[in-house]
């Protein structure tokens, strides 16, 4: 990294617009920042890290926006720095307040980031600047990668702010080894470190499924063994080992048992089966016998039962011969039934039709019921002329009911019209009530607007003021305990010199030699030298007690500038907010706001208003027509109401005389027509009933004597041997079938086989059936356990020819995960093999930490005047913690190592100082590393005794020669003769200003 110029504007105690420039102010490579007390030095460097990386060094909170500056000039910072080889400009802008560019008042300024970077032409020395980036998040990554640090890495080896710089000297090795990672690029060690993890995790999981492929198989082949009486013992998957040789070794044996006990079996399924089929050919013989006794048996004892039905059979014959002799005679006695069950019905019809008529007409015959019939149709003719007046009266009446429901309608709209237009007034003058009352509030709202802001800043005053109120007090406690350490710093000065004084004479003697000539009164000879007190004070003493008193001095003028500062703050804040409690103000501003917000919700309500006001007028006109449109129709209605109840009265008088009590014309219409109908078919009812008489008569005859003829006496009885076609058949076949079944069962009993059998004793068929039910069983038996055994035999020889494929596959991933675990483990350093427990990256890291010890150590040893130097230590951290990444210092006065902490203020600056240079040394030379051409330093030198010092500033020095800038914040006196290119900074009441001197200049 190499700066070229720094524009501040507006930015810290900086009022106006100043720029640095690095270019000639580096050009011998060591610079110097001086001025006041809080005139800004310190903020020259803030805003370096703030164009760098939008925030300033360290955590606490910077005012970045220049109080002393006018309103109208923008907070801006702009850097142009070379960073990896690349020229870039960064400006950024923070979020502040600024004045509206039209109108009154302020509005915020968003915060802003933009990025050039310098382009080369062609032409050499020629270049032109294009934008890469507007967005903070690109320029920021930009930026962070270029440099490759963080903020906190930034300030900890290229900028070191006041009393930060021993930060990377005392970090712990975590953080030293982020930073030195970043600087070196060794983050592909560590990708190194994260890949082998991540194949040792593959490898595991691929291990850990064959394993489990494995031990699946043992599970598989110890539930398909069952009771299988092997030699090996059973394998166990706590030892890794063990799932490979010794469980290939077991499942073999089972194999082979299964194997011999399936041909075991095998011989007695065979044995079963011989057995088997002996018992089969006897019981097929003992069932053969029994079923030749069995059916000579059955054939002998149904030829006995069919005898026994010979009379059943002699009825049948007889019912078959009446049967066929009835069958002569059916349609006769079908006629004469036909003909009785024709008049029975005729005779039912007419009683039914003539039970609906009345007295006079319930005995008349057909030719007066026919007459009567007639005389209903003629009246029922005149009375069907007057339907179309009905129809009319149920029109009128429908008319007279829709005129009521619009007279009423009309009636209804003029009453509401007339209400509306009586409520009208009253809702006229709230509107302009309304209206009179927003315009109020509105002049209300812009006085109140008005008020609240200057209340606001009042709010913000006293915060401010209360703010620097609680410094001035902190401040005042600490000036106290300054003016007291003071004092006893002088009394322990003035004690030592006076006791120095009293015993100067003892000092003095203290240095006479023999012979040498007395500082004092000038002889050779000193018969009697004083002799020093007990505890007498050298000079050495008097020098440090000085040094203290000085110190305390400079501490106590310290806090009494701060206090003065506080106290001018605290002073102008009061002046602007007054003496009243900030909480007072706050609820003032509290109050203020709430009625600005009712002021401008009732002034809103203007619009609203005169809206509504327009609308009422409209709604006002629409309402008087309506009154007037009502009214109109009203009366029209009620003309056309008064003519149609007219008409209606006349036509009702007219259908009610016609209508004779029935409830309409046309229901009088249907009851005479109903009445005809009746009489007519009573009519026709009378005329069959005379008619079926003489028919059955003359069928009943002709019927009698056809029967006596056939030899039965009545009608009843041939209707009693009538058989139907279905029960002739049934009769039929009933005695075939016993003359055939006589015929079969001799035919059995005639046969030579049936009879040999029947001479024979009587089969003994069940015992023939258990004998072969138990060969059955063994068998059955025998076969299912030769099927178990067969198969398990096949699945042991199958699990394990699968089990020897599962262990091949074992084998060598094994052996891979425990290559690939032993190199994770031996360069993560959690491997017994590591004895540093060191990664591989913190083990790359020390090397160069190596490198820049003996670099810082060069620069070290001058400073120190030989005593110290740096060492790096790689013992192994307790507590599990990882080494090879931390720092020791020795003391060659006591020829022992001790820890960075243990330095003194002065001792830990020179340190700091030197391992940065060493770091910048190293980086720079390193491949792949990223140049730190520039370092910063704020303050230390003060803690330096005058031969340190110079120490140091010959180590500073010699940087010119090796091309690298370092700029120095200090109040020191000697650091401003011996730098030559300075940058004073001064204070004022109107803000700091920056002046660029050289010696000569000055």
């Known amino acids: 990294m190499r700066l070229h110029s720094l524009t501040l504007q507006a930015f810290g105690p900086f009022a106006g617009t100043h720029t640095v420039d690095f270019a000639s102010l580096c050009t011998d490579g060591l610079f110097l920042l001086h001025g006041d007390t809080g005139a800004g030095k310190s903020t020259v460097f803030a805003a370096i890290c703030y164009a760098l990386y939008g925030k300033p060094p360290g955590d606490r909170d910077l005012l970045l926006r220049s109080d002393h500056a006018p309103a109208h000039l923008l907070t801006e910072v702009t850097l142009e720095v070379t960073l990896s080889g690349r020229r870039l400009e960064i400006t950024r802008t923070p979020q502040q307040t600024r004045p509206k560019t039209r109108g009154t008042g302020t509005t915020t300024q968003s915060a802003q980031t933009t990025l050039r970077e310098w382009k080369h032409d062609d032409t050499p020395g020629a270049g032109k600047w294009e934008a890469s980036s507007k967005s903070h998040q690109e320029a920021g990554d930009a ?19 006041q009393n930060q710089f021993t930060q990377f000297l005392r970090a712990k090795a975590p953080e030293r080894r982020e930073l030195l990672g970043k600087l070196f690029r060794t983050g592909h060690f560590a990708y190194i470190d994260r890949w082998l993890l991540e194949r040792s995790r593959e490898a595991g999981k691929a291990l850990t499924a064959a394993r489990s492929e494995v031990t699946g198989l043992i599970e598989r082949i110890h539930q398909a063994a069952g009771d299988l009486d092997h030699e090996h013992p059973a394998p166990t998957s706590d030892d890794a080992h063990s799932l490979t040789g010794p469980v290939r070794s077991w499942a073999t044996a089972l194999a082979q048992a299964a194997t011999g006990d399936l041909e075991g079996k095998t011989t007695q399924t065979a044995k079963t089966a011989t057995d088997l089929s002996i018992q089969q050919a006897l019981e097929l013989t003992v069932r053969t016998l029994h079923q030749q006794q069995s059916e000579h048996r059955s054939a002998q004892e149904q030829l006995e039962l069919l005898q026994q039905k010979a009379p059943r059979q002699q009825e049948l014959n007889d019912q078959l011969a009446q049967g066929r002799r009835a069958g002569k005679l059916a349609a006769v006695v079908h006629a004469a039934n036909t003909a009785i069950a024709e008049h029975d019905r005729a005779a039912r019809d007419e009683a039914g039709a003539r039970s609906p008529l009345t007295s006079g007409h319930a005995a008349a015959t057909a030719d007066q019921l026919t007459a009567a019939e007639r005389q209903l149709r003629a009246q029922a003719a005149v009375a069907e002329e007057l339907l179309p007046e009905e129809a009319t009266v149920q029109q009128l009446a429908a008319d007279l009911e829709h005129l009521d429901a619009e007279r009423v309608e009309s009636a209804t709209e003029q009453r509401e019209a007339r209400t509306w237009l009586e409520q009208a007034p009253a809702r ?38 209360d703010t620097h109120l609680a410094a001035v007090t902190e401040a005042e406690q600490h000036l106290a305990t300054a003016r007291t350490v003071t004092a006893e710093a002088a009394t322990a000065h003035i004690d030592i010199r006076r006791q120095r004084t009293e015993g100067m004479a003892a000092e003095l003697a203290a240095s006479l030699e023999d012979e040498a000539p007395c500082p004092v009164c000038g002889s050779c000879t000193h018969p009697a030298p004083a002799a020093p007190h007990p505890g007498q004070p050298t000079r050495a003493d008097e020098q440090a007690a000085e040094a203290r008193h000085l110190k305390a001095q400079q501490d106590e003028q310290a806090v009494t500038t701060t206090l003065q500062q506080a106290r001018e703050q605290a002073a102008s804040a009061a002046g602007e907010a007054g003496d009243a409690p900030l909480a007072d103000i706050q609820a003032q501003c509290r109050t203020l706001e709430e009625e600005l917000t009712q002021a401008l919700k009732q002034a809103a309500d203007f619009g609203p208003a005169s809206e509504e006001l327009a609308a009422l007028e409209r709604e006002q006109a629409e309402m008087t027509r309506k009154d007037t449109t009502a009214g109109e129709q009203l009366s029209a209605r009620n003309a056309d109401y008064d003519h149609a109840a007219a008409r209606l009265k006349d036509l009702t008088t007219k259908l009610d005389a016609a209508r004779e009590g029935a409830p309409t014309v046309a229901a009088r219409v249907t009851e005479l027509t109903h009445s005809a109908d009746q009489l007519k078919t009573a009519s026709e009812a009378a005329a069959t009933t005379t008619r079926t008489v003489l028919e059955r008569d003359e069928r009943i005859t002709h019927a009698t004597t ?49 009879v040999q059998a029947a001479a024979q004793p009587p089969a003994d068929l069940q015992a023939a059936v258990s004998l072969r039910e138990r060969a059955a069983e063994q068998h059955t038996q025998a076969v299912a356990a030769a099927a178990g055994s067969r198969t398990r035999s096949d699945s042991l020889t199958h699990l394990t020819t699968e089990l020897d494929t599962r262990i091949q596959r074992l084998e060598p991933l094994q052996d891979d995960y425990d290559t690939v675990h032993h190199l994770q483990e031996l360069i993560h350093g959690t491997s017994l093999s590591n004895n540093d427990r060191m990664e591989l990256e913190a083990y790359v890291l020390a090397a160069r930490l190596e490198q820049v010890v003996a670099a810082a150590n060069t620069r070290l040893t001058r400073m120190s005047d030989h ?33 960075t902490d243990t330095l003194s203020g002065g001792e830990s600056f020179f340190a700091s100082l030197s391992l940065a240079l060493g770091l910048a040394d190293v980086v720079t030379h390193e491949a792949g590393g990223r140049a730190l051409d520039t370092l910063f330093i704020d303050e230390g030198f003060g803690t330096l005794d005058e031969d340190t010092l110079h120490h140091v500033l010959d180590v500073l020095d010699s940087l010119r020669d090796h091309d690298r800038t370092v700029g120095l914040i200090s109040h020191v006196p000697e650091l401003r003769r011996r730098i030559t290119h300075r940058l004073h900074v001064r204070k004022d009441t109107t803000g700091s200003t920056l002046h660029q001197l050289t010696a000569t200049a000055e």
Not at 143 to 161: A, N, Y
Not at 728 to 752: D, F, N, Y
Not at 883 to 898: E, H, V
């Open 706 to 754: 056809a029967a006596q003829a056939q030899g039965f006496d009545t009608l009843q009885a041939v209707e009693q041997a009538l058989l139907d076609d279905d029960a002739m058949h049934t009769v039929e076949g009933e005695i075939k079938q016993w003359s055939h079944q006589c015929a079969a069962h001799t035919a059995v009993l005639e046969r030579p086989e049936l």
């Open 428 to 465: 006229r003058t709230a509107l302009t009530g309304r209206m009179d009352a927003a315009r109020s509030a509105e002049g209300d709202s812009r006085h109140h607007a008005t008020t609240l802001e200057d209340v606001r800043r009042r709010v913000k005053a006293a915060e401010q003021r």
């Open 867 to 899: 005593r110290y130097t740096l060492s790096h230590s790689d013992h192994r951290a307790s507590r599990g913690g990882r080494s090879g990444l931390g720092l020791k210092i020795t003391d060659a006065w006591t020829g022992r190592d001790r820890d």
């Open 143 to 161: 930026i962070l990668t270029l440099l490759g640090m963080s903020r906190d890495q930034f300030c900890q080896v290229v900028l070191l702010p």
